[in-house]
């Protein structure tokens, strides 16, 4: 694919702005819902959580609050990958914070056999 230089300033100048008022679909004509592979141990479909209908700002905080550009640096941009964040929803499944296993805990639902 080739740009042109005022193809990058269509979505870099919107940068400048905070994204407050921009629907999760806005969100998605600028980034993709396919992140790939993020580890190797635990299986994180980004995208099906989207086709599930959660909204970007349910994990991405604050994208309505700041420049944009200022957001994608800030601490809350992109959330720490681990089971506190997880737990926020899946909180049945992951281990309790004190290390105890909850009853009937699916681990396999996001760590991959080894
Ligand atoms: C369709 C929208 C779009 C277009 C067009 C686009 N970019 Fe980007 N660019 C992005 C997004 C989204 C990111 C952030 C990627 C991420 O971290 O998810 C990005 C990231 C970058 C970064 C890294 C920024 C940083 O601070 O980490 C650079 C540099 C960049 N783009 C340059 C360019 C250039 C040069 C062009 C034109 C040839 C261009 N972009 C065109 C959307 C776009
Ligand atoms: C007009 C294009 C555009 C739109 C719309 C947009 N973004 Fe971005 N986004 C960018 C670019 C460009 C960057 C990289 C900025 C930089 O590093 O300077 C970025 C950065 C980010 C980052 C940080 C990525 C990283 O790797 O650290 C997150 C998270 C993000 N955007 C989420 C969102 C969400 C959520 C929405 C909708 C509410 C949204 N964006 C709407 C262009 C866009
Ligand atoms: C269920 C929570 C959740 C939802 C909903 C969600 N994300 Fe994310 N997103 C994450 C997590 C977690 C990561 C970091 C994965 C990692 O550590 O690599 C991430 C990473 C990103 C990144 C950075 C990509 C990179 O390569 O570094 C962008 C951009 C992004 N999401 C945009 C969006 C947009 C746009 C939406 C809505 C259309 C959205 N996300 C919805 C949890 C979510
Ligand atoms: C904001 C709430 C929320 C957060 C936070 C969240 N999830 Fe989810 N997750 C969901 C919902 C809702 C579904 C059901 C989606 C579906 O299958 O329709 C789901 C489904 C899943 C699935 C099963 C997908 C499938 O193929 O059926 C996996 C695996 C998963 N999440 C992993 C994670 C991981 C790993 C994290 C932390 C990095 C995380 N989730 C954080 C809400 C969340
Ligand atoms: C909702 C998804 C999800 C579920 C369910 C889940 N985990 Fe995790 N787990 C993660 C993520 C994300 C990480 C961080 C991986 C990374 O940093 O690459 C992690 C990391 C770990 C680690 C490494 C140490 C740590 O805390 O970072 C262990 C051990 C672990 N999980 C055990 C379990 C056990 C046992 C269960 C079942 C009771 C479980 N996990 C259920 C997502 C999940």
Sequence with gaps: MKLTASDCTTCHERTKRSMAG?????CL?????????VSDQVTFP?????A???DCEMCHQ?????PHREFAR???AVPKFGHEFCSTC???DVLA???SMPDGANCAMCHTSS
């Design 22 to 26: 921009v629907t999760s679909e806005q």
């Design 29 to 37: 004509t600028c980034h993709t819902a396919d992140l790939g592979t």
């Design 46 to 50: 980004h995208e099906k959580h989207i």
């Design 52 to 54: 599930a209908g959660l």
């Design 62 to 66: 604050g994208v309505a609050d700041k």
């Design 74 to 76: 800030s601490a809350t």
């Design 90 to 92: 899946h909180g049945s």
């Design 97 to 99: 914070a004190d290390g």
